[in-house]
Nanobody, 115 residues
Framework: QAQLVESGGGLVQPGKSLRLSCAAS????????VAWYRQISGKQRDLVAS???????RYGDSVKGRFAISRDGTKNTLDLQMDSLKPEDTGVYYC?????????WGQGTQVTVSP
């Protein structure tokens, strides 16, 4: 089974940007729908943004216009450009397949937005 490794998180001030990246050990990003999910402490993982096999992108209402998902099938990477960050964007971000998260979850990458 493919392994997922997320990176790029950090501590930033509101209004700043971060770019998250997810690397897969196998070529899944070209053939599968994939997505970024966010987990706030003690709660379930919620969908942040997805991209299906045909390239159609969808975003959660809270991130529309601020986040952009992209993938590179040749590099087996999935990115999430996060602009105009808000404190409510804080959480651990994970990537996985979509619409069903079929792979074992990676370790995630922590994003903290705070003054």
């Amino acid at each position: 089974q493919a392994q997922l490794v997320e990176s790029g998180g950090g501590l930033v001030q509101p209004g700043k940007s971060l770019r998250l990246s997810c690397a897969a050990s196998e070529s899944i990003f070209r053939s599968s729908g994939v997505a970024w999910y966010r987990q706030i402490s003690g709660k379930q993982r919620d969908l942040v943004a997805s991209i299906d096999r045909l390239g159609l992108k969808r975003y959660g209402d809270s991130v529309k216009g601020r986040f952009a998902i992209s993938r590179d099938g040749t590099k087996n990477t999935l990115d999430l450009q996060m602009d105009s960050l808000k404190p409510e964007d804080t959480g651990v971000y994970y990537c996985n397949t979509w619409p069903t998260a079929e792979l074992d979850w990676g370790q995630g990458t922590q994003v903290t937005v705070s003054p």
